[in-house]
């Protein structure tokens, strides 16, 4: 079974420098990868997804990750962090075969504090 | 594009009662529906996913008797909280697929609390 761990349960970081969040996952294929964001009381939103090709992907708000086979990750990062950015992350791995139901395995979060 | 709403985004319920979550899609055919509960400071779990027209395929360890699972249309899934108690108080999250695609398009979550 797949699986998803962000080992970062909390990053605080001033405005202005630059965020790095982790993201490793265990999944026997080829992964289907995502970041989303929540805000506090929200539901989730798509900032950026994998699927195949260019391992760099750039999603919504300034915001890029980087899948790396070889170390099983998809790290999200920005490099400037505004106020706004302050929320929760999870990184979801997508799993089930063709003409099945496509669940999606989420980490536990990692809450974002940004410092004036 | 790919909006999905929720209704009520609030709910508070008394010990016992049912309540009825709605999920829908609004820009596009859902083939697939999730429902997932989320708990303070914690990841989302998976509770269900619904296709359309068929049976909801409960998780392990959710009570499908308790929860239940409507996909009625391309549009529209309801969960009800049936006999609802305090421990099933709550953020409920749906969220919807189109067919093929692995991308989830979330609503905005449900606030269940039951007194």
């Known amino acids: 079974a797949q699986s998803v761990t962000q080992p970062d349960i909390h990053i605080t970081v001033s405005e202005g420098a630059s965020l790095e969040l982790r993201c490793n996952y265990s999944?026997?294929?080829?992964?289907?990868l995502f970041w989303y964001v929540q805000s506090p009381g929200q539901g989730l939103q798509l900032l950026l997804k994998?699927?195949?090709?260019?391992?760099l992907v750039q999603g919504i708000k300034g915001f890029e990750a980087e899948f790396k086979r070889s170390q099983s990750s998809f790290n999200l990062r920005k490099p400037s962090v505004h106020w706004s950015d302050a929320a929760e992350y999870f990184c979801?791995?997508?799993?089930?075969?063709?003409?099945?139901?496509?669940?999606?395995?989420f980490g536990s979060g990692t809450q974002l504090t940004v410092l004036p | 594009g790919a909006v999905v709403s929720q209704h009520p985004s609030r709910v508070i319920c008394k010990s016992g009662t049912s309540v009825k979550i709605e999920c829908r899609s609004l820009?596009?055919?859902?083939?697939?529906m999730f429902w997932y509960r989320q708990f303070p400071k914690q990841s989302l779990m998976l509770m269900a996913t619904?296709?359309?027209?068929?049976?909801?395929?409960?998780e392990q360890g959710v009570e499908k008797d308790k929860f239940l699972i409507n996909h009625a249309s391309l549009t529209l899934s309801t969960l009800t909280v049936t006999s609802a108690h305090p421990e099933d108080s709550s953020f409920y999250i749906c969220?919807?697929?189109?067919?093929?695609?692995?991308?989830?398009?979330f609503g905005p979550g449900t606030r269940l609390t039951v007194t």
């Open positions: 969220s919807a697929a189109t067919g093929g695609a692995y991308e989830q398009y």
């Open positions: 999944y026997g294929a080829t992964p289907y």
């Open positions: 994998y699927f195949s090709g260019d391992t």
């Open positions: 979801a791995v997508g799993a089930g075969s063709s003409g099945s139901a496509r669940q999606l395995t």
């Open positions: 820009d596009f055919q859902a083939t697939t």
């Open positions: 619904s296709n359309e027209g068929s049976k909801a395929t409960y």
